[in-house]
């Protein structure tokens, strides 16, 4: 699929695409999702109280997710191999808010220092 059709292809959606144009590009390669049911107590620790924690048949999810990340680039500049291209893993579980479900993400860790330091600046 092109990015534009990716982009257009929105029926799976249960709400509507954000109006805003998108800002970056990036790749998820040579990806893998890990999935543990934990107890919902002690997942409570490590996430915002403001988050409702969403339910897989009745326990909740912690899953390892690790991928190779590339071309990442901000809209209209070209990817540059040195920051955009990199591995990462990350830790995270599931959750809901304001009647939209997300992820919430316990621990983020990525391959080159440079690429967490521009990454964490655009939060």
């Known amino acids: 699929m092109t990015i534009r059709e990716i982009l257009n292809t929105t029926e799976h959606r249960p709400w509507k695409m954000p109006t805003e144009k998108w800002k970056f590009y990036q ?22 109280k403001e988050l409702e924690i969403d339910l897989f048949g009745e326990k909740p999810l912690v899953s390892v997710v ?38 919430c993400f316990l621990s983020i860790e990525g391959g080159k220092k440079l690429s967490c330091k521009v990454g964490r600046s655009h939060n």
């Open 27 to 48: 790749e998820w390669n040579n990806v893998i999702f890990l999935h543990w049911q934990v107890e919902l107590s002690e997942l409570k620790k490590f996430v915002p």
């Open 66 to 103: 690790a991928f190779t990340m590339e071309n990442i680039r901000p809209k209209n500049l070209p990817s540059f191999a040195l920051i955009s291209d990199f591995d990462e893993v990350n830790i995270r579980t599931y959750v809901k808010a304001n009647n939209k479900t997300g992820v």
